[in-house]
């Protein structure tokens, strides 16, 4: 499959492109940098020894994401884009809604115009608040307590509603990461449980 990757050059986006690489699929990523870096992206491609298509664009230039998915035949989206800081999220909400709520719709608009029906969403454990138990189960009740939660729920509502009535997609998967590893030294700063976690996932979602 080929399979584009929001977010690709962060932390978990970087180590799920080098998963899906060697499990034999093609990677395109989409990342604005603004709190990655394209080193880990070279580094993936040394010890793969695999091309990684890569276009640095805001997930809200429509234009620019079209271009992207002009140029190559997406079969699946990955999406981890987004700000992620629960104390910035308090301080600027407005700037937390506007990138990551509206990144979301606009993948999803460029999406439906190439037909592409497969999304795999990088939530939040944020979005359960403070639960005293752990692990939290999926069923727990959804009670963030921040900006940056409260848009992880916003895309997830907003995804359920596509998945039910408009958009049809074929497969709307939601993953919950919140990881705390321990460091293999893999060459690009890899975590061994991490890897686990996304492969795990990914057999879930069937890429």
């Not at 608009?109 to 999926?138: D, H, Q, R, W």
Request: glycine content about 6%; aromatic content about 10%.
């Amino acid at each position: 499959m080929n399979i584009l990757v929001t977010g690709g050059a962060g932390y978990i986006g970087s180590h799920t492109c080098h998963e899906l690489i060697i499990s034999g699929h093609s990677v395109v990523v989409v990342d604005n940098l603004s709190n990655s870096s394209v080193i880990s992206l070279k580094r993936i491609e040394k010890i793969s020894k695999r091309k990684i298509i890569f276009y640095k664009i805001d997930l809200r230039d429509k234009i620019g994401l079209k271009n992207v998915f002009q140029n190559n035949k997406i079969d699946a989206v990955i999406h981890f884009a987004g700000l992620k800081s629960v104390s910035e999220s308090v301080s600027n909400p407005i700037e937390y809604y506007k990138n990551n709520v509206i990144s979301t719709i606009t993948l999803c608009e460029v999406m439906k115009l190439y037909n592409c029906k497969v999304l795999a969403f990088s939530s939040s454990a944020t979005v359960y608040g403070n639960k005293n138990s752990s692990p939290i189960k999926e069923s727990a009740q959804i009670s963030a307590i921040n900006p940056y939660g409260q848009s992880k729920i916003a895309n997830e509502l907003f995804l359920r509603d596509l998945f039910d009535i408009t958009f049809k997609l074929v497969n709307a998967d939601c993953i919950w990461f919140f990881c705390f590893t321990k460091r293999k030294s893999s060459g690009f700063g890899g975590q061994e449980s991490l890897n686990l976690s996304i492969r795990s996932s990914l057999s879930l979602i069937h890429i």
